[in-house]
C-alpha cells in the first residue's frame, strides 16, 4: 500500500475495508442488548398504572400514594388555597411552564395545574423536589404550599416554584378521573 | 523471543509524552503488534485467543445478568425466570451466559488437548503450563458455582454431591464441609457465598490469564514442529495482521457453533432439572454434573472399592476418600506432566508412537465423560474402573516410557526447512 | 514398531470388551425396569427447527383446554396475564381475561387482605393457596406448575440420538414428552402391577403409572374455530401452549439466530478471503 493506494483504493483495500466495517458493526450491535438490558423491564413498565380511590379526602386533605416508585401527592384544595394560586400573576413565576404532562406545553395558570375546569380543588404532583429529588412537606414554606427542607425550595398552592434552587415546578404525572371517586395515574 | 529490545517508535509529541511516565502504547506494540509468532502456526493455536475473548463475552455477560439475579433461596428461582422473561434481551444474556460456560470448556478442552499434542508443555514452558491448569481449575470452581446460582434442583444437589466431597477428608472432613456450607446443608448462606465467589473468580482468572500470557511472551510460542524459533526473520511473523487475522477467523467460525447452540439448542447442554425449583426434600433421579465434569465425575465413582493394608481389614483409604482422591489427582497430575513426559522430542507430528497413544488417550477421556453420565451401576463401573487406571497408567507409564523406548523420526532442523519441505511435497503431490 | 501396534490394538480391544461386558452387565441389571417405558412421540410442532413460528390459533386453544380442564389442579405461577399477548390477544382481550378473575391483594388501612378484580399485571392465580393445599387435594401428589413444565421434562435422548439432534436442532423434548403422555393412558399389561390409585402410562418418565387420571377426552373442551375436538388436538394443542408458558421469547430466539448466523457465515468469508490476502504477502 504505497501512495498509489490513497489515491486509488485497490481491491485489496476493498477487502480490508469490508472485513473492517462489518467488524465494526457487528462490534457496535453485540454492545446493545446488554445496555438495552439495563432500562426498565417488562413487569416494572407493566406496573406503570394505578388507580386511587379519593373519595374520602376532604377539602384540605392529601394523601400521597405510591406510583413507579415515588410519592405522588394528591391534595384536595380548599377554595381559599385555590383563590390564592389564581391570584398570582404568571409573570412573578420562577418556571413560567405548567409542568403538566396531560397538557404538553401551556403556562402555568392555576388552572392548567390542577386536574381542569370543574375539578380545580385537585392537584396531584409528583413529590420529588425538582432540585435534588427530596420530599417537599406539605402546608408549609413561604407561600402556603409546599417546603422542601433539604435545599429550601419553597412552592405555592399550586405546586409551583416560588423561591429556592428547584428549577421548576412540580411534576404533574398523567392522570385522569375515571369517575368522582376513582384517579387514574399513569 | 522479543527479547528486551522493542521496536516502538512513538509518532507524535503525545505518544513520546506518555512514552516516558506510562509506556503503555509501547507494552501494547511489543505484546500485540510486533510481537513474532512462528509463521507455521495451524489452526488449533487460534483457541488462546478464543479463550480470552470467552473469558470476557462470560464476565460481561455475568456482571448484566448479576444486576437483575436475587441470591437468596427464596429469590434466585424466580428471578433467573424474571430475567429470561421479563428483563429486556434477559433471556439472551443468560443463554449467552449458560452455553457461554459449555463453549468456554469445549474450547479450553481443545486448547489442552492441542498443548498435549505438540508438547506445549516441555522446557522451557513448564510454567506457562502450570499456569494453564491453574487457569483451567479456577475455570472448574467458577463453572460450578455458577451451576449453583439458578437453584433449580440439580443446582441444589450438583452442590450438595459436590460439598459433600470435603466430607470425606479423614477427621476434619465434616467440620470443612459446614464451613464451606455456612450451614448444615447446602441453603441460604451457601447460595450467597457461591454468588460472591462467583462473581470473585473470573476476576482472578484475568490475573492468572495475565500471568499466562506473560509467560507465554517470555518463551515465545512453540509451533507444530516443536523446534524453537531459530532465525526471527525467516521463520516469524508480526503478531499483526498475520496472527490477529487468523485469530479472528477462529473466533467467527467459532462464534458460529456457539450461536447455534444459544440461538437453536438453548437447552441442550442443561439438564430439564434445572428448571424445577429445588427441593431440599427430593432428590432427582439422576444427578449428572455439567458435562464438562462428566470425565472427572466418572473417575470419582469409579473408586467403589476401600483400600485396605494387605491380609488385613485395616483400611487405609475407604472408597469415598480414594474417589474424591483419585478425582483430585486427575486434574493434580496434570501440574506434573512437564516432567512426566521424558521425550527430547516436542510435538507427537514426530513422535509416531506417542501420537498413537494421544488419541487412545482421547477416546479414553470421552468415554470416561460418557460413562460419567450413565447410572453408576453394573458394567459401567467397571468400564470406569478400567478407562480410570488406563487415564492415569497414561501419565505414570506410558509417558515416561515412552521417552525411554520411542525412536523419533527425524526432526527438521529449523522451522524455515520444515516448511519449504512442505511447500515442495505440495508443489508435487506425485510424490 | 510392528510389535507396539498390535500391543495399541490389543489395548483398544480390551477397553472396548469392557465397554460392551458392562453394557451386558447394564443389560442384565435390566430386572428393575427403566422408564419411561416407551420413548416419547415425535410429533410435528410448528415451532419446530430454524424458522419455527407459533400457531396462534393452536396457543389460544391451548389455553382454553389449559383454562378449562387443567386449571382446576395446575397453577401457571410465572404468566401474568399480561404476557396473554403473546398468544395474540389484543390489550383490551387481555383485560377482559384478567377481569374474569379475583386476585387477593392488601393489606389496605385496617390491615385486611381484600379480594379485588385481576388487571392485567397480575400473574394468573392458581387454583390452590398453597403447595400443601394442592397436595391435600389431591391425594398427596402435587400437581407439578406449569409454567416450566415443558423445559423441565424430557426424556433422555441416548447415544446415538443425541448427536444426530445437534444437527438437526431438535428441542421438542418437552411437548413430545408431555403430548406422548397426555395421548399415552391404556389398560396395565397384566404381568405389571399397578398401585392403588395410579394410572398406567408407558410415557410416565418416573414409573409405571401415575396419579393423574386421564384428564382430557374426545369432546371435553368445545373449540371455537373449528379445529377437531379430539384429544389428540387438545392435548397437542395445551403441549404446545405449554411451551410456549416455558419459552415466551422461543420465536424471537430463533429470528435472531438466523440473523446472527447470515452475518457470521458473511464475516468469515470476509475474514477469510482477508487472511488468504494477507498470508499471501509472505515471502520465503
Known sequence: MSAKSKSEPTRR?????????????????????????????????????????????????????????????????????????GAVAIDELKDKEARNQNLGAGPATAVNRSAGEGKENWIVMIGNCTHLGCIPVGLSGDFGGWFCPCHGSHYDTAGRIRKGPAPENLLIPPFEFISDETLKIG | MSGGHSEYNPSNGFTKWLDARLPLPRFVYDSFIAYPVPRNLNGWYTFGAILAIMLIVQIITGVVLAMHYVASTAGAFNSVEFIMRDVNYGWLMRRLHANGASMFFFAVYIHIFRGMYYGSYKNPREVLWILGVLIFLLMMATAFMGYVLPWGQMSFWGATVITGFFSAIPLVGTTIQEWLLGGFAVGNPTLNRFFSLHYLLPFMIVGVVA????????????????VEVKNMKKETVPFTPYATIKDFLGLSLFFIVFAWFVFYLPDYMGHPDNYIRANSLKTPAHIVPEWYFLPFYAILRAITFNISIPFTDIVLINSKLGGVLAMVGSIAILFVLPWLDTSKVRSASYRPLYKQFFWVFVVVSVLLGWLGSKPADGGYVIAAQILTAYYFAHFLIILPWLGWYEKPKQVPPSIADAVLKKKSTAAQPAE | ??????????????????????????????????????????????????????????????????????????????????????????????????????VTDGPDEDGEMFERTAVPSDRIPGPFANDEAAKASNGGALPPDFSLLAKARGVERGFPLFVFDVFTMYAENGPDYINSLLTGYQEAPTHIEISEGTYYNPYYVAGPSLAMAPPLDDGSVTYDDGAPETLDQYSKDVSAFMMWAAEPFLVTRKSMGFKVMIYLLIFSLLLYLTKKKIFAGIKD
Open chain 3, 1 to 102: 514398531m510392528k510389535p507396539i501396534f498390535s500391543k495399541l490394538t490389543g489395548l483398544c480391544v480390551v477397553v472396548f470388551l469392557a465397554m460392551g461386558v458392562s453394557g451386558a452387565f447394564a443389560a442384565e441389571e435390566g430386572e428393575t425396569p427403566h422408564y419411561p417405558i416407551k420413548k416419547p412421540r415425535e410429533a410435528s410442532w410448528s415451532f419446530a427447527g430454524p424458522f419455527g413460528k407459533w400457531d396462534l390459533g393452536q396457543l389460544q386453544r391451548g389455553y382454553k383446554v389449559y383454562t378449562e380442564v387443567c386449571s382446576a389442579c395446575h397453577s401457571i405461577d410465572l404468566i401474568a396475564f399480561r404476557n396473554l399477548s403473546g398468544l395474540g390477544y389484543s390489550e383490551a382481550q387481555v383485560k377482559a381475561i384478567a377481569a374474569e378473575y379475583e
Open chain 2, 211 to 226: 500471568l499466562h500470557v506473560w509467560a507465554l511472551h517470555v518463551t515465545g510460542q512453540t509451533n507444530p514442529t516443536g
Open chain 1, 13 to 85: 483495500d476493498f477487502l480490508y475495508i469490508a472485513t473492517g466495517t462489518m467488524g465494526a458493526v457487528g462490534a457496535a450491535a453485540v454492545m446493545w442488548p446488554p445496555i438495552r438490558l439495563m432500562s426498565p423491564d417488562a413487569s416494572t413498565l407493566a406496573l406503570s398504572s394505578i388507580e386511587v380511590d379519593v373519595s374520602s379526602i376532604e377539602p384540605g386533605q392529601a394523601i400521597t400514594v405510591k406510583w413507579r416508585g415515588k410519592p405522588v401527592f394528591i391534595r384536595n384544595r380548599t377554595d381559599k388555597e385555590v383563590e390564592e394560586a
